[in-house]
């Protein structure tokens, strides 16, 4: 039979290690928290973004190309001003980095002409007026209202959909960012 003194031992090592069981489990929610919190600021640098290799080119083209990426780069924008995440979203992210389920490259992503309007509000006045070339303003097109992405891309050249069918002697001179540009 046990005596008084074996059961409060027991009684101990039972109390003691729920204790250090708990402390362990808090420290490690704590850590967690912080960790994941550090993840989230420093994900809000656009350098970030090409820790991952996959991301590199992107980044390049967003830190030194010809590229529209580059133009918000020089306006104080960041990658996350145009690419909203969430934490769930960066997670899915980084599980499809970690396991390789992605491909290359990734998909373009096309961002609505209302999601552009909402910086580029001066659509009516300065775009349009900046782009009324003598032959043609590409931005006041016989095909409608377009969708911004048809021609502009952040990432890789832009290309003047109007070339399909028309030679226009502005195209030749846009910046290297336009696919086909002189250089």
């Known amino acids: 039979m046990e005596n008084d003194a074996e059961k409060g031992k027991k009684g101990w090592k039972a109390v003691f ?43 390049n083209s967003y830190h030194d190309s010809d590229l529209l990426a580059n133009k918000h780069a020089e306006a104080d924008l960041v990658c996350h001003d145009c690419h909203e995440s969430s934490i769930a979203i960066q997670a899915e992210e980084g599980f499809k980095f970690i396991t390789g389920d992605y491909q290359i490259p990734l998909e373009k992503r096309e961002f609505s002409r209302e999601f552009c309007l909402e910086c580029h509000d001066d659509f009516d006045t300065a775009v349009k007026a900046a782009t009324n070339f003598e032959e043609s303003n590409p931005h006041d097109s016989h095909n409608g209202k377009m969708e911004c992405n048809v021609c502009h891309s952040m990432h890789q050249p832009s290309e003047v959909m109007c070339s399909e069918c028309h030679m226009f002697d502005w195209i030749d001179e846009l910046d290297d960012g336009w696919a086909g540009a002189e250089i």
């Open 17 to 59: 290690s729920k204790k250090v069981l708990l402390a362990a489990l808090g420290l490690a929610v704590i850590m967690g928290v912080g960790v994941g919190a550090y993840l989230v600021k420093a994900s809000e640098k656009p350098a970030f973004c090409a820790t991952c290799h996959i991301m590199q080119s992107y980044y």
